[in-house]
């Protein structure tokens, strides 16, 4: 049944080419096993040479080592060409901010694609690896691309065992006497994966014996969906006029919704090489409908004025200041004078610095009483409600002393720093030109 179920991938999918290097991802595990074994049987069929290739982790220690040395053990046995090499996960992880398991991913296909510049690789994905991913996707929140779960082929990554189901793969191991280890970290509850496999899935099996192949299905019709739209959207962006004000909308408030959000994710993965979450694109879709200005990824922003969509790369764009501090006296003529809230905005009563004055940028979660404002706001919406631009805001100078802010560049001095009919010693703030900020006392 596996064998005909591959014959049926390939014919449905297209996924080998006659005369093909096939390299099998096997980590020995069974599905990876009965892949290779199973590609190794249809060779002449298929018109292909298969090879076989090992990635070890370096995670799982003398058990990893173990599977190195079956899969290759096998491979000699059967002649089969046989790749190998051995990574660092763990640092690599470290080093690039990465979980253990997108770092796995990624020098794991670094590696094949090293091996097999222009054959085809081959991975043992199964219906029931569909299943789970299909489950994490939408539990996560996923669109319709998420929803279309593991591609049958994405370039030259094949997946011939798309259409078999787990248990299949093990009946065939046993039919063919095939040999596999098993790795423990499958046991491990802790990885959201492991957790579907056995807590949800077996109730979906409850409700539905064959709810792999319903989630193929379904996979399957999203994903001729998804293909049409996408290919729309690409007609979209090849006919949006663009100039020096940026890009037309007003041609995307004529199409459908499905397809503008495509018209934007593309535009903003050309623009910045990035693609928008839901809420980001919920929000560029929002600006191209009204107008506005909103923050995206990689210190980006996207502003729509006058029916012109815009883009903006604010780290090429920084505003840089610089702070000089001196002290002067002052001298109140009467007990009672009322003091001038907006001559004073930008001077600090030394006398109520608590500890060391110094000076730095916003960081995330500051708050801050500024005189007259009524009450603790956050910096982040001072900033909005003063209209300070984007692209000065990461590099806006704040004064604090060893109880907090005290001052905000543009804004003000906080409460309880603020000159009043007692001060006696001030620190008087001015902003220069060319964005220079020097401050006299």
């Not at 770092?103 to 097999?116: G, T």
């Amino acid at each position: 049944m596996i064998l005909q179920k591959i014959l049926e991938a390939d014919q449905e999918f297209g996924l080998f080419s006659a005369g093909a290097t096939v390299t099998v991802a096997c980590s020995g595990g069974a599905d990876s096993m009965a892949l290779l074994h199973a590609l190794m049987q249809l060779q002449d069929e298929l018109h292909i040479t298969v090879q076989a290739a090992h990635y070890n982790h370096g995670i799982r220690g003398v058990e990893a080592d173990r599977d190195e040395t079956f899969v290759k053990e096998f491979c000699k046995h059967n002649r089969i060409s046989f790749v190998f090499e051995k990574g660092d996960v763990p640092t690599y992880a470290k080093e690039n901010g990465l979980g253990l398991e997108t770092a796995a991913r990624e020098l794991r296909y670094a590696f094949l694609e090293r091996i097999s510049p222009d054959g085809l690789i081959a991975t043992a994905h199964t219906a029931s690896d569909q299943l789970e991913t299909v489950l994490l996707h939408l539990v996560r929140g996923a669109g319709m691309a998420g929803l279309c779960g593991i591609p049958p082929k994405r370039g030259k990554i094949v997946r011939p065992l798309l259409l078999c189901t787990r248990a299949e793969i093990e009946a065939y191991c046993i039919e063919n006497g095939l040999n596999f280890v098993l790795d423990s970290t499958n046991d491990d509850d802790i990885c959201a994966r492991n957790r579907i496999r056995h807590t949800v899935v077996p109730i979906l099996k409850e409700l539905n014996p064959s709810v792999e192949d319903a989630v193929l299905r379904a996979s399957s019709a999203l994903r001729a969906d998804q293909q049409f739209l996408d290919e729309q959207a690409n007609k979209a962006v090849s006919s949006l006029p663009i100039s020096d004000k940026g890009y037309d909308v007003s041609p995307l408030r004529r199409l459908p919704r499905a397809v503008v959000v495509r018209v934007l994710q593309k535009i903003a993965l050309k623009q910045f090489d990035e693609e928008l979450d839901y809420l980001h694109c919920k929000q560029l879709l929002e600006i191209c409908m009204h107008g506005g200005k909103i923050s995206l990824p990689k210190k980006y922003t996207a502003s729509v004025q006058d029916g012109f969509l815009k883009f903006s790369d604010l780290s090429d764009k920084k505003v840089q200041f610089s702070l000089n501090l001196a002290e002067k006296s002052i001298t109140f003529c009467e007990e009672n004078k009322k003091i001038n809230n907006l001559l004073f905005k930008n001077t600090l009563d030394c006398d109520k610095i608590i500890g060391q004055l110094s000076q730095r940028t916003r960081k995330a979660g500051d708050t801050v009483c500024i005189r007259k404002l009524g009450g603790t706001k956050t910096l982040k919406k001072l900033y909005n409600e003063y209209h300070i631009p984007l692209d000065e805001r990461e590099n806006l100078p704040i004064l604090e002393d060893d109880d907090g802010i005290v001052w905000i560049a543009k804004i003000g001095v906080a409460e309880r720093c603020a000159v009043d009919n007692k001060t006696k010693r001030i620190i008087e703030i001015t902003l220069r030109g060319d964005n220079e900020i020097g401050l006299k006392k």
